[in-house]
């Protein structure tokens, strides 16, 4: 029997994901939705989007609410489909080495089995104790094993997707990776941020457990000396599976906040996956590279340490204040302009932010700066928005983009993918979604409660207008004050 929600307090949890809206935002988007329902298999999901077509109510697809823009949230009601009840592996194929899995499964869990039976997943998001298949999938996630293995477009095979009109269908091929006979449809929902139809099913590459797992870090004094040394290893042989980096700002405040953090600069940690042999070699010439752009080798411990921290970057939360992200994507040759970029940002909005980040592959970082605040405040939360305006803006001016777009940056997709090619989004999601009841006002617009969507040059100065009130208020010292709090 599907589990369905009404209550008003429990709608009222679906009303917001990772970064709440204040409650004035209610006079331009319905962010309550009518009703919430928890299906258990694909079935009952093909009878919730019949229902909602025959009623002509919008639906959202939502998996943890762990994104931070909107995605997972309803702009005008509706029915929110939290796919967590569907939290099954369905097989696991050792032979030819794929995992079948409901969506709602946590990165996690779906980790944690497959390690009790000697695979492991070739990317996952840092957020994976909490956020699911479906969610990353959703939004073209990038993470932890990318540099090595690819990021979620690549470790997809097959998807399983209810479209709108409740048609159940399968992208890809089980057992062979997808390489012509048409577009690859597995790609047209990798990133389609829950507006074309809703993932079922899920089938992914596995790999069997490397001999040899070894995390090394090394400390650096400033941000900007990592850009030569990414170039040098995107040259060499030493192919790490994951790389992380971290300001020595972040260190501070976790340490402030009475956590384990290393005494230490900036830090960029590489994971080495292989033979023992293999690993032997690559930690050597990793060593020459960081030393050659300024980084000293830090202990074993330490990088075991960050190792053991990669899914819990925002522990700050525990203390009960807020930490705003921002996530961009930017080509390594840029580096360290964005880094500057960055930092006349924060002093410009007044704020202080450290600066954390990922090396998605050869050629792109992913870095999120991130800040402490009251989300829920009216001006907190309009700053906010803000802030990551500037953010993305700071990323596109240096070739690069926001993870992406949801309910904020949607006016931004002819911007992305260029004229012709926000023409065919829009077209395809047309074709898709013709009685527009999937996950409507995201991604190929912003919508509102009202049922007309904001035009983009409007959403644009109202953003950057947000993060202008910050400027002439004073400093928002909310975090550090907690902080030095639970330092003395
Ligand atoms: C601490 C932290 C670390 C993070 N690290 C990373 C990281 O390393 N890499 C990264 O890419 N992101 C990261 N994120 C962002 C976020 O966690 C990811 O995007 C996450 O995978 C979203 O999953 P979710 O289940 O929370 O999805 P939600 O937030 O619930 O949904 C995200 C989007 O996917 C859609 N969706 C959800 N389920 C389905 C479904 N079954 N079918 C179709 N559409 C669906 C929703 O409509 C929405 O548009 C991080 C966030 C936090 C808080």
Redo the contacts with the bound molecule.
Sequence with gaps: MMETANDKLERRLYSH??APLPKEMDLIFKTMPDQVVRPGYTEEVVQIVKKARAINKPI?????????LG??VPVKGGIVVD?TAMNKIVALDETNMIVVAQ??ITWKALADALDAKGYFLPCY???AP???L???I??G????GAYKYGSAGDIVRDLEVVLPTGEVIHTGDKLVTQNGGGPNLNYLFVGS??TL????EVTMNILPKPEEFRPVAYTFDDLKMFAPALKRLARSSVVPMHIMFSDKLHFDYLRAAGKHAPEVGCMITCALTGSKASVDVEEKLLDEIMASAGGKKASKETADHEWQERNY??RLRELGFGAI?GEILIPIDRFDAVVEGTRKIVKELKLKAPMIG?VVDNNTAMLMPYYLTDEHKLVASTSAMGFAKRLGDLAFENGGRP?GL?IFFAGNLAKYRGKGGAKLIRQIKEVVDPYEIM?PG?LVETGTRYGISIPAFLMNFGMHAMGSFKRILPRDKMGEKELSKQHE
């Excluded at 996630?141 to 932890?144: D, V």
């Excluded at 139809?197 to 079922?200: D, F, N, R, S």
């Design positions: 994901d990772l959202v697809p939502r998996g943890a609410g762990t994104w931070g995605g997972s796919m969506p709602g998001p840092s957020s909490s956020a699911t479906g969610g990353w959703g939004t996630g990038t993470g932890i941020e829950g139809g809703i993932i079922t970057e925002f992200p990922t993870v949801g996950n995201k």
